[in-house]
């Protein structure tokens, strides 16, 4: 067993021996991607494509390794002529497309996006670079298309899913529209992506997601709700109240305001701000209490949306104050 093993490794070997360099090659460029040593990329792979100019897999990592840099024009060439030395690979094709990008050459570049997906329906990459350039030149159904059928084999990619509800808005379906940034926001729900995307959502009308001022932040959270006529946080809202906590005992200075909306009864309004206080408190002990101040009106909030007047029922607003 031990010899038939052995016999089949060796003969492995032998299948591959043309390929030990390119295994070599792309060791080297990996450990130099890995540590962001663009610089070394450029050094090693440049004296390797001066030894043997017509290697495809060495003019690309070079081509690669200059695009990293920032080095646009130097990086075209070799992957011109890994692209034509290996016409076969989408990587090659795919990055002499980003070349093409990154130079302005935005016909170019959507040829090679085809040419990979002609070749390779399912690269992603490909399919998502169009789709971009499809929507930023106006083509918003082709770019739709093209952002649904990444999303229904990666559904949780987040640039086709932030820039499909884009295309929505742009195509004016705003019911699709508005579940799409929902969608995003589910999955994404901080940083600056996701404060845009709340911005979206409160346009049309939608203020399950709101930005709120957090000293130098915008903290994007999702909708604090409560139990029916109660002054209880339901449980699947208590996340964002959480991270207000934590984003206030990372202030050494400054106060929480704590609004609280409740048409028609401002006893539960004012119940509600409290029961947020006593949340932050239990969560954070390090808090002083006396930095989170309460506010409360038995009236709804009065909320503008592209110019339109929307009265909210219910809400909470959190914002910092003082923290300078």
Same mark, same amino acid.
């Given at each position: 067993?031990?010899?038939?093993?052995?016999?089949?490794?060796?003969?492995?070997?032998?299948?591959?021996?043309?390929?030990?360099?390119?295994?070599?090659?792309?060791?080297?460029?990996?450990?130099?991607?890995?540590?962001?040593?663009?610089?070394?990329?450029?050094? $090693?792979?440049?004296?390797?494509?001066?030894?043997?100019?017509?290697?495809?897999?060495?003019?690309?990592?070079?081509?690669?390794?200059?695009?990293?840099?920032?080095?646009?024009?130097?990086?075209?060439?070799?992957?011109?002529?890994?692209?034509?030395?290996?016409?076969?690979?989408?990587?090659?094709?795919?990055?002499?497309?980003?070349?093409?990008?990154?130079?302005?050459?935005?016909?170019?570049?959507?040829?090679?996006?085809?040419? $990979?997906?002609?070749?390779?329906?399912?690269?992603?990459?490909?399919?998502?670079?169009?789709?971009?350039?499809?929507?930023?030149?106006?083509?918003?159904?082709?770019?739709?298309?093209?952002?649904?059928?990444?999303?229904?084999?990666?559904?949780?990619?987040?640039?086709?899913?932030?820039?499909?509800?884009?295309?929505?808005?742009?195509?004016?379906?705003?019911?699709?529209?508005?579940?799409?940034?929902? +969608?995003?926001?589910?999955?994404?729900?901080?940083?600056?992506?996701?404060?845009?995307?709340?911005?979206?959502?409160?346009?049309?009308?939608?203020?399950?997601?709101?930005?709120?001022?957090?000293?130098?932040? +915008? $903290?994007?959270?999702?909708?604090?709700?409560?139990?029916?006529?109660?002054?209880?946080?339901?449980?699947?809202?208590?996340?964002?109240?959480?991270?207000?906590?934590?984003?206030?005992?990372?202030? +050494?200075?400054?106060?929480?305001?704590?609004?609280?909306?409740?048409?028609?009864?401002?006893?539960?309004?004012?119940?509600?701000?409290?029961?947020?206080?006593?949340?932050?408190?239990?969560?954070?002990?390090?808090?002083?209490?006396?930095?989170?101040?309460?506010?409360?009106?038995?009236?709804?909030? $009065?909320?503008?949306?592209?110019? +339109?007047?929307?009265?909210?029922?219910?809400?909470?607003?959190?914002?910092?104050?003082?923290?300078?």
């Amino acid at each position: 067993m031990y010899i038939r093993t052995g016999m089949i490794l060796l003969v492995s070997i032998l299948v591959a021996g043309c390929t030990m360099t390119g295994l070599e090659s792309s060791f080297k460029a990996s450990r130099y991607f890995n540590t962001a040593d663009y610089q070394k990329g450029v050094e $090693v792979f440049r004296e390797k494509v001066r030894a043997n100019p017509r290697n495809a897999l060495d003019n690309y990592y070079l081509g690669r390794f200059y695009l990293a840099e920032g080095m646009h024009g130097e990086a075209l060439p070799y992957l011109k002529r890994a692209a034509y030395l290996d016409p076969g690979d989408t990587d090659n094709q795919f990055w002499l497309g980003v070349a093409y990008g990154v130079v302005g050459d935005e016909k170019r570049e959507r040829i090679q996006y085809r040419r $990979v997906l002609d070749m390779s329906s399912s690269h992603s990459k490909s399919r998502l670079y169009l789709a971009h350039l499809q929507l930023k030149s106006g083509q918003y159904q082709q770019a739709l298309d093209n952002y649904d059928k990444i999303i229904n084999r990666y559904p949780y990619n987040a640039a086709a899913l932030f820039n499909r509800a884009l295309a929505l808005k742009l195509t004016r379906k705003h019911k699709k529209e508005r579940e799409a940034w929902l +969608t995003y926001l589910k999955y994404y729900p901080s940083g600056f992506l996701a404060a845009k995307a709340a911005d979206h959502l409160n346009i049309l009308g939608d203020f399950s997601y709101r930005n709120h001022p957090f000293g130098y932040r +915008t $903290v994007t959270l999702k909708e604090i709700a409560f139990k029916p006529e109660s002054a209880d946080i339901a449980f699947d809202s208590r996340e964002s109240p959480r991270l207000a906590g934590a984003v206030l005992a990372n202030f +050494t200075r400054g106060n929480l305001m704590v609004t609280v909306y409740d048409a028609g009864n401002e006893t539960l309004a004012r119940q509600r701000a409290v029961s947020i206080k006593r949340f932050l408190t239990d969560e954070f002990p390090v808090l002083d209490s006396n930095r989170i101040i309460l506010s409360w009106f038995g009236t709804p909030e $009065v909320l503008y949306g592209n110019s +339109t007047k929307y009265e909210n029922s219910e809400s909470v607003r959190l914002y910092l104050t003082d923290w300078r």
